[in-house]
Structure formats: structure tokens, C-alpha cells
């Protein structure tokens, strides 16, 4: 017998080339044709900054009643493609379009400094004076050396005062917490750029979604695939991800364009027109169980890699077959997870079988050693058993049921959000009652804190790492922010011994707080959005 064997060419498969090759930035000019309006420039660049873009230059050319503007920008032909096209959506934006491939001419000024000009300031005898850039030059060094000597004397004076703000700096930056309890405190997400001590117990995205995940829930208000599936690759092999979002019609069909085939894509219903998807969270279900992700960044390159962001998150296990046992958090969640209201789909996890994913699927995990609690919010008219079931009016009845220690009383609430909509004293004396809420170990009322509301200057904003575009992440109409409620609580956001002072803050946080000591003997994760 004579054994023949044959050998069969396999042809290559070629992987997709956007889950291989990162896309191209280019420099783009991009021409806006406008009506003349209040409030445009902001709209305009609102739209490049929630993509991530720095704007490079800003040219704007007047007319009567239209305004012409031609904006630089570096990114993806392909994400400029679509801001263009979100662009051309606003009101009062009669064209816009990519003029990077037409031909064109760019000039600069540049000095010549031998050139004449004249100064609009006076010399010493009150006469105006004429000076070469040159002459100019010197005599603003000779002023230097005089003022240098004194600032000298000054900053001499500081040192002792800096050696002592140098120790404490670098206490904060060696700080570091224990892998056993991260699951007990939120964890701030990393910044590019910053110094290594600005990144302690710090974490990025690609450490958040990692490993064998088989199901993936990501909620969020806005989401950029293209940059997702380039920081996070693993999303692509994924059998099933859920998208829940707060995304506009636009982004939306360019997102169903563009997605993998395995995604599903749900915005939830709306009970009131006012109300919107904000939520930031990830459930993802692994063989060994499932790990709960509460977090306050968009799921965009600006928001994970430039601003200061919050993120709390912890893996619970699969409960045994005949656990039948429920604890707070399951209940906290379950009832937000079925607010949602997506669409049952069925996957078949290997060596598990096969499940129905819809909120009851998370019944099946043990959540018995968490050490917080979800206070979730969902828009509307919440009355009767509702009315403690969401929002602040819950949180009111979680902290109720805490015991605090009697130097609590003398606390401040410290508020810190990224965005002020129209308060009023009615609304800000219903959440000052809520965020004071518990009693003493002998059982008397905790008492109302005074509030202290953290929100960046304009100067914070415009010396941060993007400039301006920061602010759009911040945002309130002046008559909101000049309110004259408002004056007595506002605190200034610092944070030169952590290194982010030029990392505009996006984080949400709300603490009753005074020195080293915080009013708790519970986490409490606070989703300030809708759902």
C-alpha cells in the first residue's frame, strides 16, 4: 500500500485594513460659509472639539450680514469627512466644506528688525516716541535687568514656601492605592503628556477593556467608533457589543455605516423632550464573571486622553445555579438596566450556554462583596414609590440610612460637574437637603452643609492642553454662570501638586469633604446624566 500525500494551497486571508493600519492625519483646511449670527463661532467650534481637534488657525472674514471662516485642523480624512458634514447640519451654516485638495496660497507676517514703527506709548518726557524694533529690543532689556533684580529678591523670599509646597507635592505624587481596595475608590483616568506623578493609580481605556471578554455593554452620550476600535481592537473580536448612546441623527447613520457587523446600536426612549442619554458605563461579561464600569468620559480621543476624568469599576463572579440571593447594588442596577429598554438578544458563551442578554441576565452574578452603591437617573415626572428611585431624591434616602461622625457637621458639599444648566434657590436648597442627609451615631440629624460649586476660570481654560476647546466641555450660558445665587459657591478648580491644573476637569463628583476627611462610611457612585 502506497500512502500519497497532496498538499492544498490555503489562501491568505487579509485582515481589514482599518483593525491594522491606523488612518492617515493629514492637515485639512476646511472653508464655513454663515450667516452672521451671535454664538456661531462657538457652535462651529464645538463641533471640531467634540472630535478631538485642536484648531490650529482661525481665519474670519466679514461681510454685511455673512461671514466667511477657514479653519486648519489636523485628524482622519475620514472623521473630517463627517464633522463636515455635521458642519453643514448647524443653523445659519450655508456651506462648508474641505478645501485641503484646491489650490491655494498661504502667507505669514514675519518682522524685519531693522524696519521703523512707531510705538503707541510715550517716553519719559511725555512726548511720543519713534523707535526702531531693534532699539525697542534694547531698551526692554535694559528695563529687565532692573525689575530682574527685584524679582530675584522676591523669589528668594518664596523659596521657603516652595521647599515646603515641594514635600507635600511629593507626598500626593508617591501616593498610592492597594490593589485590594481600588474596588472602594474611583480611580482618575490618564492624561498624555502629564508627569509620572500625575498618573498614579491613574488608568487608560486599553486597561479597562481587556482580556476574553464575551458580551460588551457600552453606555455613553457620545461615541466615536473609529477611535474606539483604534484604542480598544479587542471590541472588533468581540461576539456581541451593545452600544447605548445620546448621539445625533447624523452621527448616528454615519455610525450604522461604519460599525461591525456584531454591533448593536439603541438610543433610549425619551418619556420628555428635555431629557437626554448620558449615562457613561460598561458591563463586560467575561468566563469568570462580569466587571461594572462607572466612569464620566465620552467615549472619544478628547475625553479619554485630555481631560480629568473619574472611573470606579470592579469584577463580581457568576453566582452558583441555586444562589437565589440579592443584595442593594443588584437591585440598584437591575432597575436602571431595565430603564434602557434595549433590544433581547441571545448569545451563546462557550462552555456556559446559551443566554438571553437583557437586564435580568445580570441577576446571575454575585454582587454580595460590593462596597457601593448606584444612584442612577432616568428622565421624568418621577411621584409615589418612583420618586426615591432615581436621581438625588435617592441618594436623600441611601444616605438616610448612614451614620456619620459628629466633626461631619462642620463639612462643606463640594460640587464638581462639567456642565450648569438653569438652577434656581428652589432646586439648589431640594439638593443641599439631599446631599446632607444622614445623622450622628446618636441619631441626630447630620445638619445642611454649605455648598462649594469647583468650575475653572476662563484663564484655567485657555492655559490648558487644548486651549479654548476645553471649554466646550464646560459649558452654561453666561446668564447662568453670573446668577447671583451662584456667586457665594463658587470655588476655583486647582491642582498643581497632582500636575492637572491644564487638564480641564470633566469629572463628576460630589462630597461632603474638609481637609484629608470625607463625610462617608459608604462609595457612593453618582450618575449625574440621564439613564
Known amino acids: 500500500m502506497r500512502i500519497v500525500t497532496t498538499r492544498t494551497r490555503i489562501p491568505r486571508i ?41 484648531i490650529e ?12 471662516f477657514t479653519i486648519v485642523v489636523r485628524g482622519t480624512e475620514k472623521v473630517l469627512r463627517q464633522v463636515v458634514e455635521q458642519l453643514n447640519k448647524l443653523v445659519n451654516v450655508l456651506k462648508s466644506e474641505d478645501i485641503s485638495k484646491e489650490p491655494q496660497v498661504e502667507r505669514e507676517l514675519v518682522e524685519k528688525e531693522n524696519e521703523t514703527v512707531r510705538l503707541t506709548g510715550r517716553d519719559s518726557s511725555g512726548g511720543s516716541k519713534e523707535l526702531t524694533l531693534r532699539s525697542a529690543y534694547k531698551e526692554k532689556a535694559d528695563y529687565n535687568k532692573v ?15 516652595q521647599n515646603i509646597s ?40 486599553e486597561a479597562v477593556i481587556q482580556g476574553n471578554v464575551l458580551v460588551a455593554i457600552l453606555s455613553n452620550y457620545m461615541v466615536d467608533t473609529d477611535w474606539l476600535l483604534s484604542a480598544c481592537p479587542k471590541l472588533s473580536k468581540v461576539p456581541h457589543v451593545l452600544v447605548v448612546h445620546g448621539e445625533s441623527v447624523v452621527t448616528l447613520e454615519y455610525m450604522k455605516r461604519t460599525k461591525p457587523a456584531n454591533w448593536i446600536l439603541h438610543k433610549p426612549p425619551l418619556p420628555i423632550s428635555y431629557g437626554t442619554h448620558h449615562s457613561k458605563a460598561m458591563l463586560l461579561v467575561y468566563p469568570q464573571g462580569v466587571r461594572i464600569v462607572v466612569h ?43 430603564s434602557l429598554k ?28 460590593a462596597e457601593v452603591r448606584l444612584i442612577a437617573s432616568v428622565p421624568g415626572h418621577h411621584s409615589g414609590s418612583n420618586l426615591k428611585k432615581w436621581g438625588h431624591m435617592k ?30 434657590e428652589k432646586w439648589m ?64 478648580w486647582k491642582a498643581s501638586h497632582t500636575g492637572r491644573c491644564r487638564t480641564m476637569p470633566h469629572i463628576k463628583t460630589y462630597t461632603r469633604y474638609n481637609g484629608l476627611g470625607i463625610s462617608a462610611d459608604d462609595s457612593f457612585l453618582w450618575d449625574p446624566g440621564k439613564y
Open 166 to 205: 515641594d514635600n507635600v507635592k511629593e507626598v500626593i505624587c508617591q501616593f498610592k492605592v492597594s490593589n485590594e481596595k481600588l474596588r472602594l475608590t474611583f480611580r482618575l483616568m490618564r492624561v498624555q503628556g502629564l508627569p509620572a506623578g500625575a498618573s498614579t493609580s491613574s488608568v487608560s481605556i
Open 14 to 54: 487579509r485582515p481589514e485594513p482599518s483593525l491594522t493600519r491606523r488612518p492617515r492625519v493629514k492637515r485639512h483646511k476646511i472653508s464655513v460659509y454663515v450667516g452672521d449670527e451671535s454664538g456661531i463661532l462657538n457652535r462651529i467650534t464645538g463641533v471640531l472639539s467634540r472630535r478631538g481637534y485642536n
Open 296 to 338: 464620566t468620559a465620552n467615549l472619544i480621543y478628547v475625553d479619554w486622553n485630555n481631560k480629568s476624568q473619574g472611573l470606579w469599576m470592579q469584577d463580581f463572579p457568576w453566582k452558583d445555579q441555586n444562589d437565589s440571593s440579592t443584595c442593594e447594588l443588584e437591585n440598584d442596577l437591575i432597575d436602571y438596566l431595565a
Open 395 to 424: 441618594l436623600r434616602s441611601v444616605l438616610e440610612q448612614c451614620n456619620f461622625d459628629e466633626e461631619c457637621q462642620k463639612f462643606p458639599l463640594v460640587y464638581q460637574f462639567s456642565s450648569l444648566g438653569s438652577v434656581d
Open 147 to 161: 525689575t530682574n533684580a527685584g524679582l530675584r529678591r522676591r523669589d528668594q523670599g518664596r523659596s521657603n514656601r
Open 57 to 68: 488657525s482661525l481665519a474670519v472674514g466679514l461681510n454685511k450680514d455673512k461671514d466667511l
Open 429 to 492: 436648597a431640594e439638593l443641599k437637603s439631599s446631599m446632607s442627609s444622614g445623622s450622628l451615631e446618636d441619631k441626630t440629624p447630620l445638619g445642611l452643609g454649605e455648598p462649594l460649586i469647583i468650575w475653572p476660570t476662563v484663564e484655567d481654560v485657555r492655559c490648558s492642553l487644548e486651549g479654548y476647546a476645553a471649554g466646550n466641555a464646560i459649558p452654561s450660558p453666561l446668564n447662568n454662570v453670573e446668577k447671583e445665587l451662584l456667586k457665594k459657591y463658587w470655588a476655583k
Open 342 to 369: 434595549w433590544p433581547e438578544f441571545t448569545s451563546n458563551l462557550p462552555s456556559l450556554g446559551s443566554f438571553k442578554i437583557n437586564s435580568s441576565f445580570f441577576k446571575k452574578f454575585d454582587y454580595g462583596n
